[in-house]
């Protein structure tokens, strides 16, 4: 069995909260929107990274995930997020920090789910 990639779903109150995130914060590309259905949705990328974004309120309330990025340059990533979106930062792990696994790590949140990157 072979898989290429794995593609997320990530339920919002407001579609533009995630948006807001994923978009504005991380720099992923709207590949795909359908925002005038009964469950309008979009469908995201950043290199060979997907991801669905809902606008479900029932869905929302019950899942809040957590998600994690691995990178090559953690001090990048956290530079471009502490500088143009500070807001988004977890206040429990706000900074670069060495974990007892050995990864390196610091994590954003918004209203329905937290990120954590690492670097290993």
Not at 57 to 74: C, F, G, M, Y
């Amino acid at each position: 069995m072979n898989f290429t990639k794995l593609v997320s779903s990530v339920f919002y109150h407001d579609l533009n909260d995630g948006l807001e995130m994923f978009v504005n914060c991380l720099e992923f590309s709207v590949a795909h929107q359908d925002l005038y259905t009964s469950q309008p949705y979009c469908v995201l990328r950043k290199g060979q990274i997907g991801l669905m974004l809902f606008q479900d309120k029932e869905l929302a309330e019950e899942h809040h995930p957590e998600l994690r990025l691995v990178t090559d340059n953690i001090e990048e990533v956290f530079a471009k997020v502490s500088s143009t979106n500070p807001h988004f930062l977890h206040p429990n792990l706000n900074q670069i920090t060495l974990r007892p696994w050995g990864a390196r790590e610091f994590a954003i949140t918004d209203k329905q789910l937290g990120i954590r990157f690492q670097q290993w």
